[in-house]
């Protein structure tokens, strides 16, 4: 006892010398005028307080995906006419040379338009998306947000640091689960990692905001739809939010009991952002970087996808098959085969799920040009999609295993196969009762 | 092969990461948010034909290890023998930030202040005198805005310098009250077997907190000497 009590008092006079010091030389040396307004003190009480400060995040999470959706609209249109003129292009040079039918469609029908799909639709998303998350992030503002965010997690058992780890998340899970070794309590960090895919990466954004926009405000103006699409994707976002509580709480009383642990937070000062540096950073950094892996994935993906969709068993093709095996779970879940096994196949990259969707649709049903979001709404609705399929596609979207990537990641920081597959296998799970319920509800 | 190895340290959200992309001309997003740094990283640039290695420690506000970022940080300033240490530092929150220089400068005396985000310091209308502020301390200290790349030549200039030999610094001593001294220098005597390069003096103040993580490291060190 005396000896630790002797550490202990060693330590405090150690500490006050040191702060002794640092005081008297910072007096030494700093002259401060009239500091005026706090500014950032003024700020700060707003978005950080009691009754504002969940509508304000609810309301810039809005915002930025409002803007997102407008703004995507337009330049999403004219890049997919780009592609499909240049499809046209393709075509006419293959029927020139004479090139045999296959390879026609494995190279045209199945690669290119998998690709010129992957990037009309999720280019302009992205590149609107990411800067103005990057933005926000420059600004100062996510720190505040973890602020807001740290009683709801405590309650929950896990620590208040995960809103930065899900933060991460956004941009990428496997980025999200790296970002968990912040936080130092080893059970703490296991409910960061393995929750850390309730909240959607930039893979799923796009088809989040594609599905949204067709099916989830149809019949109304157009100003308000865009709003109304802007709502219902915030809206996943905040169930994503509330279903890393629910899990991180049932964690913390089952599989990884304990309290959670108290920390540090520093509210950073406000800076203003580099406007230019951010729109640089965040377009090759994070757009040409996401769509890159995209388009790496999708091009072999549409390849085996042509080739599963023309070699036939008997009367039926063989993603036929594989559809039809899965049809019957589809169906409990609101969804159908196709769209299961476009999660399945999609496994090395959320990005290539909706590219393999469309490409099984495709080889199954009528060429159709695919050269807008109405003609691609009108392909879903012929294979018999309701509002209720694109509602439960989001959630199934939110709600399923991680990709190959984020697994290998989870994998390489537990050190452990039994973590890695419980982080593929509880979202899973979770997943599939939601779009049960809600399925059955409404059916 | 690099010629020198330099450690850059400091408090999180001081600009750090910026000061490190800046002078290795990486490109990692540096976001707004503290504990982003959880490893060193790595970079390396050139200046006046020699090849700098700079290692980019967690952002800590103290060395005392009372957390996995604040170990990592004094382990490596302490045993990875870095030729220098540069401590980015906040100019508008001095107070908080020198805390932090004054427990580096105890550890060694290759030390220049980066006294960065001066400004914002100028913003809010706070104004530091850096001459001043180096006289105090005792080793270089260096205005800078990173976001902006302004002052970075001069803290090229200043660590090629402190490496050279070409400044002698002379770091700020603490003088801790009578009761300690007397313990810190008794056990200082006993201290005799450790390595030059370890600061015995403060491996001492070490010991009187009761850090146990210290002597891991310590080990370490004296294994290498003597092997």
Same mark, same amino acid.
């Given at each position: 006892?005396?000896?630790?009590?002797?550490?202990?008092?060693?330590?405090?006079?150690?500490?006050?010398?040191?702060?002794?010091?640092?005081?008297?030389?910072?007096? +030494?040396? %700093?002259? !401060?005028?009239?500091?005026?307004?706090?500014?950032?003190? $003024?700020?700060?009480? =707003? #978005?950080?307080?009691? /009754?504002?400060?969940?509508?304000?995040?609810?309301?810039?999470?809005?915002?930025?995906?409002?803007?997102?959706?407008?703004?995507?609209?337009?330049?999403?249109?004219?890049?997919?006419?780009?592609?499909?003129?240049?499809?046209? +292009?393709? %075509?006419? !040079?293959?029927?020139?040379?004479?090139?045999?039918?296959? $390879?026609?469609?494995? =190279? #045209?029908?199945?690669? /290119?338009?998998?690709?010129?799909?992957?990037?009309?639709?999720?280019?302009?998303?992205?590149?609107?998306?990411?800067?103005?998350?990057?933005?926000?992030?420059?600004?100062?503002?996510?720190?505040?947000?973890?602020?807001?965010?740290?009683?709801?997690?405590?309650?929950?058992?896990?620590?208040?640091?995960?809103? $930065?780890?899900?933060?991460?998340?956004?941009?990428?899970?496997?980025?999200?689960?790296?970002?968990?070794?912040?936080?130092?309590?080893?059970?703490?960090?296991?409910?960061?990692?393995?929750?850390?895919?309730?909240?959607?990466?930039?893979?799923?954004?796009?088809?989040?905001?594609?599905?949204?926009?067709?099916?989830?405000?149809?019949?109304?103006?157009?100003?308000?739809?865009?709003?109304?699409?802007?709502?219902?994707?915030?809206?996943?976002?905040?169930?994503?939010?509330?279903?890393?509580?629910?899990?991180?709480?049932?964690?913390?009383?089952?599989?990884?009991?304990?309290?959670?642990?108290?920390?540090?937070?520093?509210?950073?000062?406000?800076?203003?952002?580099?406007?230019?540096?951010?729109?640089?950073?965040?377009?090759?950094?994070?757009?040409?970087?996401?769509?890159?892996?995209?388009?790496?994935?999708?091009?072999?993906?549409?390849?085996?996808?042509?080739?599963?969709?023309?070699?036939?068993?008997?009367?039926?093709?063989?993603?036929?098959?594989?559809?039809?095996?899965?049809?019957?779970?589809?169906?409990?879940?609101?969804?159908?085969?196709?769209?299961?096994?476009?999660?399945?196949?999609?496994?090395?990259?959320?990005?290539?799920?909706?590219?393999?969707?469309?490409?099984?649709?495709?080889?199954?049903?009528?060429?159709?040009?695919?050269?807008?979001?109405?003609?691609?709404?009108?392909?879903?609705?012929?294979?018999?999609?309701?509002?209720?399929?694109?509602?439960?596609?989001?959630?199934?979207?939110?709600?399923?295993?991680?990709?190959?990537?984020?697994?290998?990641?989870?994998?390489?920081?537990?050190?452990?196969?039994?973590?890695?597959?419980?982080?593929?296998?509880?979202?899973?799970?979770?997943?599939?009762?939601?779009?049960?319920?809600?399925?059955?509800?409404?059916? | 092969?690099?010629?020198?190895?330099?450690?850059?340290?400091?408090?999180?959200?001081?600009?750090?990461?910026?000061?490190?992309?800046?002078?290795?001309?990486?490109?990692?997003?540096?976001?707004?948010?503290?504990?982003?740094?959880?490893?060193?990283?790595?970079?390396?640039?050139?200046?006046?034909?020699?090849?700098?290695?700079?290692?980019?420690?967690?952002?800590?506000?103290?060395?005392?290890?009372?957390?996995?970022?604040?170990?990592?940080?004094?382990?490596?300033?302490?045993?990875?023998?870095?030729?220098?240490?540069?401590?980015?530092?906040?100019?508008?929150?001095?107070?908080?930030?020198?805390?932090?220089?004054?427990?580096?400068?105890?550890?060694?005396?290759?030390?220049?202040?980066?006294?960065?985000?001066?400004?914002?310091?100028?913003?809010?209308?706070?104004?530091?005198?850096?001459?001043?502020?180096?006289?105090?301390?005792?080793?270089?200290?260096?205005?800078?805005?990173?976001?902006?790349?302004?002052?970075?030549?001069?803290?090229?200039?200043?660590?090629?310098?402190?490496?050279?030999?070409?400044?002698?610094?002379?770091?700020?001593?603490?003088?801790?009250?009578?009761?300690?001294?007397?313990?810190?220098?008794?056990?200082?005597?006993?201290?005799?077997?450790?390595?030059?390069?370890?600061?015995?003096?403060?491996?001492?103040?070490?010991?009187?907190?009761?850090?146990?993580?210290?002597?891991?490291?310590?080990?370490?060190?004296?294994?290498?000497?003597?092997?």
């Amino acid at each position: 006892m005396r000896l630790a009590d002797n550490y202990e008092k060693n330590g405090d006079l150690i500490v006050t010398t040191l702060y002794d010091y640092a005081r008297r030389i910072a007096n +030494q040396v %700093t002259v !401060v005028k009239d500091q005026g307004r706090d500014w950032d003190q $003024l700020i700060d009480d =707003l #978005v950080t307080s009691k /009754y504002f400060g969940y509508p304000l995040m609810f309301l810039l999470l809005g915002v930025v995906f409002w803007i997102t959706i407008v703004g995507a609209n337009c330049p999403s249109q004219l890049l997919s006419d780009l592609f499909f003129w240049f499809e046209g +292009q393709l %075509t006419f !040079v293959f029927q020139l040379v004479q090139a045999p039918e296959w $390879l026609y469609g494995l =190279l #045209v029908l199945g690669v /290119y338009r998998g690709l010129s799909w992957v990037v009309s639709v999720m280019l302009p998303p992205m590149a609107i998306f990411f800067p103005l998350f990057t933005l926000l992030e420059d600004l100062g503002y996510l720190p505040r947000v973890a602020f807001n965010l740290d009683h709801l997690f405590k309650r929950s058992g896990a620590h208040g640091k995960m809103s $930065l780890t899900m933060s991460m998340g956004f941009g990428c899970n496997a980025a999200g689960v790296i970002a968990a070794r912040i936080i130092e309590s080893p059970r703490e960090r296991l409910i960061a990692i393995l929750t850390n895919n309730f909240v959607p990466c930039n893979g799923r954004f796009p088809g989040l905001i594609a599905m949204s926009s067709m099916f989830m405000a149809v019949g109304i103006s157009m100003a308000s739809s865009s709003l109304v699409s802007a709502l219902v994707v915030a809206s996943i976002v905040i169930t994503g939010i509330m279903i890393t509580l629910a899990i991180s709480w049932l964690l913390s009383r089952t599989l990884l009991k304990g309290e959670s642990s108290s920390f540090t937070l520093e509210l950073p000062p406000y800076r203003k952002p580099q406007v230019i540096t951010v729109l640089i950073r965040s377009f090759f950094d994070r757009t040409i970087f996401v769509l890159w892996r995209a388009v790496k994935v999708a091009a072999p993906a549409g390849a085996l996808i042509w080739f599963l969709a023309n070699i036939t068993v008997g009367e039926y093709s063989f993603i036929a098959y594989l559809a039809d095996f899965l049809d019957p779970l589809g169906r409990i879940m609101g969804l159908d085969g196709v769209i299961l096994l476009a999660f399945i196949l999609g496994l090395p990259a959320n990005e290539i799920v909706i590219p393999i969707m469309v490409m099984t649709y495709l080889s199954e049903g009528a060429m159709i040009e695919l050269d807008s979001l109405s003609a691609f709404r009108q392909l879903l609705l012929d294979q018999g999609w309701t509002w209720l399929t694109a509602l439960n596609f989001m959630l199934f979207s939110l709600l399923h295993f991680p990709c190959g990537t984020t697994l290998l990641t989870i994998k390489k920081e537990t050190g452990s196969k039994k973590w890695t597959i419980l982080a593929a296998v509880l979202p899973t799970i979770v997943g599939i009762i939601v779009c049960t319920v809600i399925a059955w509800i409404v059916g | 092969m690099s010629d020198y190895l330099i450690s850059l340290a400091g408090n999180p959200n001081t600009g750090k990461s910026t000061v490190f992309n800046r002078l290795t001309g990486l490109k990692q997003h540096t976001g707004n948010w503290p504990g982003k740094t959880v490893l060193q990283a790595w970079g390396f640039y050139r200046y006046q034909n020699e090849q700098y290695t700079l290692v980019d420690l967690p952002g800590t506000y103290s060395l005392l290890a009372h957390s996995p970022e604040e170990q990592v940080a004094r382990d490596f300033i302490c045993f990875g023998q870095p030729d220098a240490t540069v401590v980015v530092v906040d100019a508008t929150s001095l107070e908080r930030n020198l805390n932090l220089v004054l427990q580096v400068l105890e550890i060694t005396s290759q030390v220049v202040v980066c006294l960065n985000l001066v400004d914002e310091a100028k913003r809010k209308n706070i104004q530091v005198n850096a001459a001043k502020l180096g006289d105090e301390l005792g080793v270089p200290v260096v205005e800078t805005v990173a976001r902006r790349g302004i002052g970075l030549k001069e803290l090229q200039e200043q660590i090629h310098l402190l490496v050279h030999g070409k400044i002698k610094t002379n770091p700020l001593k603490i003088h801790y009250p009578p009761e300690l001294e007397n313990k810190i220098s008794d056990l200082i005597k006993q201290l005799h077997y450790l390595p030059e390069s370890l600061n015995k003096r403060w491996v001492a103040l070490r010991l009187l907190e009761g850090d146990q993580s210290i002597l891991r490291g310590i080990q370490e060190v004296t294994r290498l000497a003597f092997s």
